[in-house]
């Protein structure tokens, strides 16, 4: 009996100490979110945090900068229920403007128009779930419908790294003359917020988009867009890759007029962070913008376009593109002379167009110009273009163009 009262003190001590480390970690990790860098135009704060054994309260405001407006201010209150071995968050999230409120449930039909709920275990995994209703709004003979949104997340609150995936139906605006929808959209990212310029990875997929007009129809199916951003080969430096495809482009459901396995891949290597942060803060500060540019040429940087592919309905598509701006142009010379800028460049390029293209009206005549200079050659059924540029020199389908 004194081994089963023992054992069951040290189960309950555990069990208690267990909770109470769950409420401190949660509490100290929510300290230290709120001082983690956000997104540009989001600013967060946590007003209070309110901690006892079983449970604690955390108030806190999340503001979204609109360009020419007043900014968007949300009120959040997280209930958190401590557990031995989790803790349950539930956050009631309100817009601060009364009017706007008013608006947006309206809209949704619903006071609870936006839910958030997450979870945090011993081992600092944040898992959570924000769900967005659907909602509607009539005006005129018009309508503007908008189906729901869900983001799942995870995260190591240790590492801050993490995943999260974007669901969403869909919307539709129709009009008296228009009718625009997209149909299904998903979006998966990797992040990791620790990184020297928050790596991440992310995949794009949207089943259709579809503008439909008294005169004119254009629908798209199975878009995907991949990218990601890494530190480069210099810890100030960032390397990107983004990836575009279209399965299939229709104008006007006419078989003349389709497009498939649209492909653009395009990647860029070496770009300055620092001038890269402060473009995006500079928003109409000339002087800044002047000297984020000045300080992207200085670094130089690799730009290529390693896919360029369509199936048009006149025949193949194709080309690629490789340019290499060495570091050390000067801003202030170049916009004196441009011309300078062509003794840092190098790079070569080439174009694969379908011979058919020279019976289209609007096109003719500037590919029958290429022909005429040289700029475009004759390969079987194809016209070709080649390119390559180096220390000021320009050769064009193998012959030196003067500059």
């Given at each position: 009996m004194k081994k089963l009262l023992i054992s069951l003190f040290v189960v309950i001590t555990i069990l208690l100490f267990s909770t109470y480390f769950m409420g401190e970690m949660v509490k100290n990790e929510t300290q230290k979110m709120f001082v983690k860098s956000v997104?540009?135009?989001?600013?967060?704060?946590?007003?209070?945090?309110?901690?006892?054994?079983?449970?604690?309260?955390?108030?806190?405001?999340?503001?979204?900068?609109?360009?020419?407006?007043?900014?968007?201010?949300?009120?959040?209150?997280?209930?958190?229920?401590?557990?031995?071995?989790?803790?349950?968050?539930?956050?009631q999230i309100k817009l601060r403007d009364p009017l706007l409120t008013q608006k947006v449930e309206t809209y949704f039909a619903s006071k609870d128009w936006l839910t958030s709920i997450e979870e945090v275990n011993l081992c600092g995994q944040l898992t959570g779930q924000l769900?967005?209703?659907?909602?509607?709004?009539?005006?005129?003979?018009?309508?503007?419908?908008?189906?729901?949104?869900?983001?799942?997340?995870?995260?190591?609150?240790?590492?801050?790294?993490?995943?999260a995936r974007l669901d969403w139906g869909g919307l539709q605006i129709l009009t008296s003359e228009d009718d625009f929808s997209v149909e299904s959209l998903h979006i998966k990212s990797n992040f990791n917020l620790l990184s020297a310029h928050s790596e991440y990875d992310y995949f794009v997929d949207i089943a259709k988009v579809a503008i439909l007009q008294a005169d004119f129809q254009s629908r798209l199916a199975g878009i995907e867009l991949l990218g990601s951003s890494r530190t480069g080969e210099q810890v100030d430096t960032i390397d990107t890759s983004t990836e575009w495809r279209i399965a299939r482009y229709e104008i006007d459901q006419d078989s003349k007029k389709l497009f498939t396995n649209n492909h653009i891949k395009l990647d860029i290597k070496g770009l300055y962070s620092p001038a890269l942060n402060l473009l995006r803060g500079a928003a109409e500060d000339h002087q800044q913008v002047q000297s984020a540019f000045a300080a992207l040429l200085d670094h130089g940087g690799q730009l290529t376009l390693s896919k360029l592919n369509s199936q048009t309905p006149w025949g193949k598509v194709t080309g690629h593109l490789a340019v290499t701006v060495q570091p050390g142009a000067v801003f202030s010379d170049i916009t004196l002379n441009p011309f300078m800028l062509l003794d840092y460049i190098s790079g070569d390029a080439q174009l694969l167009l379908p011979e058919a293209l020279l019976q289209q009206p609007n096109l003719s005549e500037s590919l029958q110009l290429g022909l005429n200079t040289g700029f475009l050659i004759r390969e079987a059924t194809n016209l070709s273009f080649e390119t390559q540029f180096e220390q000021g020199e320009l050769t064009v389908n193998g012959k030196v163009i003067p500059l």
């Open positions: 997104p540009q135009g989001v600013t967060s704060k946590l007003i209070r945090y309110d901690k006892g054994f079983l449970r604690a309260t955390a108030v806190s405001e999340v503001r979204l900068a609109i360009e020419g407006e007043a900014p968007l201010v949300f009120d959040i209150t997280s209930s958190i229920q401590h557990y031995p071995y989790k803790a349950v968050i539930d956050n769900t967005l209703m659907a909602g509607s709004s009539s005006y005129g003979d018009g309508q503007f419908a908008t189906k729901a949104v869900t983001l799942d997340y995870q995260m190591d609150l240790h590492h801050y790294t993490g995943a």
